[in-house]
Structure formats: structure tokens, C-alpha cells
């Protein structure tokens, strides 16, 4: 969920560029935010710009666990201990920094990257990726493009020259020491024993290692390791079984930074977990969280904020609230839209949804998930600490800001553009427990691509969510003070709307050759004003074609009706656009009317006599020859027509009545239209 940052933009605005690995982390709670951070000691083995004889710094990354309080951010840039790392970062942060930790070190430097994890380059085997641009480059040519752009060789603390490393070349006998990995496929995240891998091979050791998996953040070009020791769930020189780390995705594994599977591990779907020793677990831990009924109506109410804009902002709101439907409406997820508010970002106990000017530059879109702890010593501990969702926040980049634009929809995204609604459908996949995949156009793939979209869930999208409700619906062992009224209650499927009105059924049938009905009902209506209804020809892109007015205000069962009388014999994509009388709208669920199965061609004029429509179903690719003649006999006008829908102007013609054939593969059909606008 970033837009690219040129390396020449992040390497300018860089206070300073090290290479260096981290050594030791620690977490704080953050003032300014109320949200937990990470702390991040980092030993410096090189430095690439502005040199300095300082041995050690401290990166901030956000989220983290402290105590029974936890923060997770999506996107953010989240550092291990396995990897080195190039780093552009800002200067010295005195507003987001560990104040303890400054009092008791006055001059350490504190600081966050340029652009997020566009700033931070992983070193694999001394190639580095730019999640920017997609490619990896080698040490040597990647120091040399920062020297280029800023005049300065890198040093060591010391002052001595870092010579560059060359990629270590892996022996062939390394490259296939793993047999097999069972099952596959499987999940990521999770603490179900049946989604553990094992995986069998030989010269594993007999002490516990690393596994690496890809790395679903960056597309699988580097691996990443959970770096949870009870993650290694048994460890054998020949056979080991594993947690399959969160942010996992589809690809090779890897043992020990040696051995790399010659096949793909699947992985379909990750969960969000915590990692924690909360409450009596000997070591860090990972434990699953739970969605609870935190505003007694047995979810999560969202506020939008005035003072960013987007309250103001309908487009905005109504591509938001189009993706919060499509989770609702496939999962039950129970999200709901509430009254506005100037609560800004943080932790304040309010779900606001704002635009966010302080968002890294890079960065279209943050999901915020804040996170309590609770258990009762010696009846409701280890596997059963209840970690509850208790506040999610979301942050829009604040546009226009150089190097992207927002769509807002219904209409596609251009080139230029990225689409608001895809954006929105992802980061709220973050908020319902989810992981980044691999899996390139799938709406929780770690990146989209400007000029794209992809407003419609995939079944591993839905079957992941469905697995997190699945234990959040159920009772716990206790309810918790901080986790709300109980265990959440899903909306049922019937209902897809967000607005004061209870949408309890949509439908539609052909009920002519050229005509539709739609029928829907409302069982709660509060201030509703009425039904714009809509057709689109592919789903994506919608119009008004009329509007029908709604009682208003009713607990009853009202039932509607709406004919559609034009439309023809084509298939058309229906759905409503739900008006509130202060201007908020919502839309329903999208349905589909089957058109004319006729493999027949129909012609027809339409209404002002300037255009003719034609229509066949065959679904096989072909075109025929049409020849429209005046009444005189004179040709006045020859087309080729392809099969499937199709229209001609014909403006300059006098009206009256002209007759046509129709030739195709030897089948010649006639007949008379009424034509003419003159």
C-alpha cells in the first residue's frame, strides 16, 4: 500500500544513510499517538551519508507489545534480527521517541525512516531489494548509485573505507536439502496445530535454527522468520514442525539461510497474532485476538473525522463505506458507521476513519489496531489470555500530494490515479485479522498498482476473515473489563447496508423481452429519503436511471417495486444508491438480471430515432454485414456489425421510415425502423 518514492527523493531527503543490523529491541508507549512503539538498537557498520564516528542508533518503528497493551500497524516498516540492513533515515525525533529512554541517554539518536519501508533495504546474501521499484541490486552497484547522489563513500564509525561485498555463491548440494514440507497448503499466523508445517530433509543440526519463509510484505523477495523461538514447535537434524509465520506467503522456505526448498510452500491466508507472555507464558508467545461487542451493538462503530476533510468529503465516504459493505456483506462482519467527530488519531477509545497529512510520504493508507490483555491467574491463563481488538483507526494520505491521485469511484481508475475504494477493501482486510498474501491483483497482495482495482473478495480472503469470526463469536472464559459487552455478533447476510435502513432483500427478474422488475424490502427506515436505482453493463460502473421515494421513517415491512422498461434485451447489473436526507448514501448489494437469451439478432431504433441498437447472444465472437436503404430504395448507409451488443448514430437522417438487411454467414434478416432526427 505504497505509492513509489524515487531512490534519488528518499536519498536526498535523508538525514542520514547507515547500514547496520539490529541488536537488541525494546518497547515504549508512545506520547504523542497513546499507540505502542518499537524501539530498535541499531549497530552501525557502515555510514553512507553524513558520516559520523557514533557506533549505534535507535530506529522507531511503530507497534509493538507492552505489557498486556498492544498496537499493530499496516502498513509499517517492521525490522528483524536476521538481516542487515540499509537504512535512510530522518534526523533525531523528539516527537515520537521513548522519553524515558532519552533522559537516560541524552545524546542517542532516535529516529524514523524517509517513506516507511521504502527507506529500508534488507540485505540477502549482499543484494538488496527496493520495494519501490521491484528490483534487487548488489552491494557494490547499489553503494555506487547513492555515492553518485551524494558525493560520499561509505565509512565505517572508524573512517575506515567499507569495501563492498559480491553475493556468496551457494554450493549445488545446498540448493535441494529439503524432501518435504506437509500441508500444503496452508495458513499463516495461526495457533491451529493441523496448519504446522513439517518439513523432513537432513544436515538440519540438532540445535533449533531459523525458517524462513517468503515474505509476503515485499512480494516474496526475501524471506522473513517469525524470530519467536516457541514458533519451532519440535526441531530434529531431520525433521522440523513450525508455526507458519504471519507474514508468510506463497513460495520457497528456507532452513537456516542454507537450505531452500526446490517447490512452493502454499499459503492461502496469514493471521494477525500477538506475540506475548502474557499472562504466565515462560517466553514470548503467539496468541490469537478476538473481536468483541465494543459498542453494545455487537461491533465496532466507525467515526469520520470533521477537521481532516473527510466528513465533507462524499466521494470518500462512499468508496469507504462500498468496501465496508462488501466485508459485511460476504463475512458479517459487524462494522458500522456512526456520527461524525474531531477526534483525531490515537488512542482515545474512538474508531476514526480521517485523512492524515502526517502519513510518511509513500504511504496511500494506514490500519491502526490497538489491542488489551486480560486473564485471571490460575483459571483463565496461557492459551486462554483473551487479547481483544479494542480500537482501529484508519489514515487516508491527504491528497493531492505529489506522485498520486485518488479515484474514488464508481468509474476506473486512470493511469494517473489510485483507486480509493481497493485501497480501503485492503486496509479493512487488515482490521478484520488479516495478512498480507502473494498473490498479484488479490486485494490483500502487499501492493497495488496505479491505474488498477480490485473491489471484489476472493474466497481466501473471505475463508480467512470467516476463521477469525469463527472464535470471535464464541464465548470466552471470562469476559473481559477492557474487550466490551462479550463476544461479537455477526450482521446477518440479508443486510448490507450501513444507513439508518435495514435493507432485508434485493431481487430481480426478466418479466419481458425488454423489460426487468426489481423488488426489494426494508424493515427499519429512519430519515430515509429514497432509492436511486442503478445499471452498470460490466458491475464496475453504475449510473442513475431513476429514483423511487422511500417512507422515511418506519419499523415496519415496506416492500418496493421498480420496472426497468428500457432495458432491452441486455444483462444488466442492478443495484441501489440508498439517500439519507442529510446527504449521507449507502449502496446495496449488486445483482445481476439475465438478458435475452436469444442467439437472434434484434434491431431496433432508439427513442429520438438517432441511433440503431443491435443484439444477438450467440457468445462466439463474429460480425455481420448491415445495409440500411431509404424508402426509395436508395442505400443511405453500410456497417459491420460485431456480434454480441453494438450501436450506430445515425444524426444526419430525415425521418421517416427506412427498411435493412442484415447479412451473416449467409443468413440474411430484413426489416423496417423508424429513423431520423432532421
Known amino acids: 500500500m505504497y505509492y513509489p518514492v524515487s531512490l534519488e527523493q528518499r536519498v536526498n531527503n535523508a538525514g542520514y544513510i547507515v547500514l547496520g543490523q539490529v541488536v537488541e529491541k525494546h518497547t515504549y508507549v ?65 516527537l515520537y521517541d521513548d ?148 507474514n508468510a506467503g506463497t513460495g520457497p522456505i528456507n532452513v537456516n539461510g542454507a537450505f531452500t526448498s526446490g517447490s512452493s510452500l502454499t499459503v492461502n491466508y496469514g493471521h494477525t497474532a500477538i506475540n506475548s507472555d502474557f499472562l504466565n507464558f515462560p517466553s514470548t508467545t503467539r496468541q490469537r485476538y478476538y473481536f468483541r461487542n465494543m459498542n453494545s451493538l455487537g461491533g465496532y462503530t466507525y467515526q469520520y473525522n470533521t477537521t481532516s476533510g473527510f466528513a465533507a468529503n462524499n466521494p470518500a465516504r462512499a468508496a469507504f463505506e462500498r468496501a465496508l459493505v462488501t466485508w459485511r456483506c460476504n463475512t458479517g462482519m459487524n462494522w458500522r458507521i456512526g456520527a461524525n467527530t474531531a477526534t483525531g488519531f490515537g488512542d482515545d477509545g474512538v474508531n476514526v476513519v480521517l485523512f492524515d497529512p502526517g502519513l510518511p510520504v509513500g504511504v496511500l493508507a494506514r490500519a491502526t489496531s490497538r489491542f488489551a490483555g486480560s486473564a485471571i491467574g490460575g483459571f483463565c491463563d496461557q492459551q486462554n489470555t483473551i487479547w481483544c481488538a479494542e480500537e482501529i483507526d484508519m489514515q487516508f494520505q491527504d491528497p493531492p500530494s505529489a506522485g498520486f491521485t485518488w479515484e474514488y469511484g464508481p468509474a476506473t481508475p486512470s493511469i494517473s490515479e489510485y483507486d480509493f475504494e481497493t485501497v480501503a477493501l485492503h486496509e479493512l482486510g487488515h482490521h478484520h485479522g488479516l495478512q498480507h498474501v502473494i498473490s498479484p491483483g488479490a486485494v490483500m497482495h502487499f501492493a497495488i498498482a496505479n491505474g488498477t482495482f480490485n473491489r471484489t473478495l476472493s474466497a481466501n480472503d473471505i475463508a480467512g476473515a470467516n476463521a477469525r469470526l469463527a472464535y470471535s463469536t464464541t464465548p470466552t472464559c471470562f469476559n473481559p473489563a477492557a474487550c466490551g459487552a462479550g463476544p461479537m455478533t455477526t450482521i446477518g447476510s440479508g443486510s448490507c447496508s450501513t444507513l439508518p435502513v435495514t435493507l432485508v432483500s434485493f431481487t430481480g427478474e426478466r418479466i419481458s423481452t425488454s423489460a426487468n422488475q426489481l423488488q426489494w424490502s426494508t424493515s427499519q427506515e429512519q430519515n430515509t429519503k429514497g432509492f436511486y436505482i442503478q445499471h452498470s453493463s460490466n458491475g464496475i460502473s453504475f449510473t442513475d436511471i431513476d429514483f423511487v421515494a422511500a417512507a422515511g421513517n418506519s419499523s415496519q415491512l415496506i416492500n418496493y417495486a421498480y420496472t426497468d422498461k428500457k432495458a432491452g434485451p441486455y444483462g444488466w447489473f442492478y443495484r441501489l444508491r440508498i439517500a439519507d436526507l442529510d446527504g449521507q448514501e449507502k449502496f446495496s448489494s449488486i445483482i445481476f438480471v439475465e438478458g435475452d437469451k436469444t442467439s437472434q439478432w434484434k434491431v431496433w431504433a432508439g427513442e429520438a430515432g438517432n441511433k440503431i441498437h443491435f443484439y444477438n447472444n450467440t457468445g462466439v465472437a463474429d460480425v455481420a454485414s448491415f445495409k440500411l436503404f431509404a424508402s426509395n430504395g436508395q442505400l443511405v448507409l453500410a456497417r459491420t456489425i460485431n456480434s454480441g451488443a453494438t450501436e450506430i448514430s445515425t444524426p444526419e437522417l430525415s425521418r421517416g421510415i427506412y427498411h435493412y438487411q442484415l447479412l451473416q454467414n449467409g443468413k440474411s434478416i430484413t426489416g423496417k425502423l423508424w429513423l431520423g432526427s432532421k
Open 99 to 246: 522519553k524515558n529512554f532519552r533522559r537516560q541517554n541524552p545524546q542517542a539518536l532516535q529516529l524514523l525512516t524517509y517513506a516507511d519501508a521504502q527507506g529500508a533495504f534488507a540485505n540477502s546474501n549482499n543484494e538488496y531489494y527496493d520495494i519501490s521499484d521491484r528490483s534487487k541490486k548488489q552491494e557494490q552497484d547499489f553503494f555506487q548509485m547513492i555515492n553518485n547522489l551524494t558525493g560520499q563513500v561509505a565509512k565505517k564509525p572508524s573512517g575506515e573505507i567499507f569495501q563492498s561485498r559480491n553475493p556468496v555463491a551457494i554450493p549445488p548440494n545446498q540448493i535441494e536439502s529439503i524432501t518435504t514440507f506437509s500441508p500444503n497448503p496452508t495458513r499463516g499466523g495461526t495457533i491451529d496445530p493441523a496448519d504446522f508445517i513439517t518439513i523432513t530433509g537432513s544436515g538440519f543440526g540438532a540445535s533449533a535454527g531459523n525458517v524462513f519463509f517468503s515474505n509476503a510484505n515485499d512480494g516474496g523477495a526475501t524471506f522473513t522468520a517469525s524470530g519467536i523461538a516457541s514458533d519451532i514447535v519440535s526441531w530434529a537434524d531431520g525433521s522440523i514442525t513450525v508455526k507458519v509465520a504471519q
Open 30 to 94: 508512545d506520547n504523542a499517538t497513546g499507540n505502542i512503539n518499537t524501539l530498535n538498537k541499531l549497530k552501525i557498520n557502515a555510514w553512507l551519508k553524513n558520516h559520523s564516528t557514533v557506533e549505534t542508533v535507535y530506529v522507531i518503528t511503530l507497534g509493538g507489545v507492552y505489557g498486556n497493551k498492544a498496537t499493530l500497524v499496516n502498513p509499517s516498516l517492521q525490522l528483524d534480527q536476521q538481516h542487515e540492513y540499509v537504512l535512510m533515515l530522518e534526523e533525531d525525533n523528539r
